[in-house]
């Protein structure tokens, strides 16, 4: 009697010898175009925002742009056909809301100089097989607490935002709880952003300055090294990569019955990192609820699944190659229309985050000083809110509150 196993080999076996395009199917095509609009929406808002924290150039802009999409787009078209399996990846959206805290004390090729580290810090955690036992130094509900803290603003920014532009926030709140209620299918952000999208090019005057519409070609950017900058920069970033994009991704593909090649994806993820650093960008990294979305049951047969990351990451590249289009775009836009973006594209990770930051009694301080810390933006020796309130809650869980285990 032929077990299981043989199966399996012998489906995947098949599944290496036929063609790709012949996967494609209207359900992973679905997926694909979902998982990448969720990409391409809210996200680009915060990147612009850190961008103007920073003072970055139009050019230095418009190549982080490029670079995270860019690269974050071949991640996933790359590892799904290597693996048939639906890895999906993008760029880390906890990692560019934790730098609108950051850019202001730091010059560009300061913070290219602390990406580069974060990539290889990543690597090194991959090839070493370290990403559990690394996990477990800093609690997740602190990383959780932190990062809810961190984003909090961009979500109350959401409800100033509609109050400014009722005419476009309001159909867009009522959209998005029509489709947490019963549009099950498509992310409720997406539909949000896309109703917003409809209504303001109908209701505003968008004017792109000419200049701006030309032409830039991605930049390479000599990088700057220093040692405050692989602590305040690099490693909150591995933490936040790491705990809110694999973690996440690898489990989405582990629950759905995948066998994920765990030390591969983180290894390749610090690569990935790295080369989008040269342009740049933070990262390009395995995504979390983005591979969640490829993975799941309504992407069609198990088998072709992975095509879904492909069609996501063949749209996200496109995205990143286009972005001396969008960029102006996004910037024409009224600033209260690009709150409203960031807001609704962090208020779900802003649930999720308190809710898991929360969830445990016994270190609930710890989680108490990670949240407000991290929401109070303060800054101590070039030493940002975010990172203190990692160290401050984490010595408070592992020694204030240790009694109480």
Not at 199 to 226: C, D, G, H, R, W
Not at 333 to 340: I, K
Request: net charge positive; hydrophobic share 55%; aromatic share 12%.
């Amino acid at each position: 009697m032929e077990t299981e196993a043989f199966h399996v080999k012998k489906t995947e076996i098949h599944r290496h010898k036929q063609k790709p395009l012949h996967d494609l199917t209207t359900n992973n095509v679905s997926s694909g175009i979902i998982s990448a609009m969720l990409a391409m929406t809210g996200p680009p808002a915060i990147i612009l925002a850190a961008a103007e924290a920073g003072h970055f150039t139009h050019e230095q802009t418009i190549s982080w742009m490029f670079a995270v999409y860019f690269f974050g787009g071949l991640f996933s078209v790359i590892f799904p056909f290597i693996y048939k399996i639906p890895i999906t990846g993008a760029h880390s959206l906890s990692g560019v809301a934790f730098l609108v805290t950051i850019t202001p004390y730091y010059t560009f090729s300061e913070l290219i100089g602390a990406f580069m580290i974060t990539g290889l810090i990543i690597f090194i955690i991959g090839i070493s097989g370290l990403f559990s036992k690394i996990m477990q130094w800093f609690p997740n509900e602190i990383i959780a607490a932190m990062l809810a803290g961190m984003i909090t603003t961009y979500v109350v920014r959401l409800i100033s935002s509609v109050n400014d532009m009722a005419i476009v926030g309001i159909p867009a709140v009522l959209c998005y709880l029509i489709f947490i209620k019963w549009v099950k299918r498509i992310p409720a952000v997406l539909g949000a952003v896309c109703i917003a999208l409809i209504i303001i090019l109908f209701t505003q005057n968008i004017e792109i300055s000419a200049m701006e519409t030309l032409y830039i070609f991605p930049s390479v950017f000599k990088p700057e090294f220093s040692i405050i900058g692989i602590f305040t920069i690099s490693l909150p970033l591995v933490l936040l990569i790491l705990s809110n994009d694999a973690a996440p991704g690898i489990g989405a593909l582990k629950s759905t019955n995948f066998n994920p090649p765990t030390k591969k994806i983180i290894a390749a993820s610090g690569i990935f990192t790295m080369i989008t650093a040269i342009f740049g960008g933070q990262s390009a990294n395995i995504a979390g609820m983005m591979s969640a979305i490829c993975a799941g049951d309504e992407t069609g047969p198990r088998e072709k699944r992975y095509m879904a990351s492909v069609v996501s990451g063949v749209l996200i590249l496109l995205f990143g190659i286009f972005a001396w289009k969008i960029v102006p775009f996004i910037k024409a836009l009224p600033l209260s229309f690009v709150s409203m973006l960031a807001g609704f594209a962090l208020i779900g990770v802003l649930g999720s985050s308190l809710q898991l930051g929360f969830s445990k009694q016994r270190i609930r301080l710890g989680s108490t000083f990670a949240f407000v810390i991290a929401l109070s933006n303060i800054s101590f020796f070039h030493i940002s809110a975010p990172v203190l309130a990692l160290i401050i809650g984490s010595f408070i869980s592992k020694v204030i509150e240790k009694q109480d285990e």
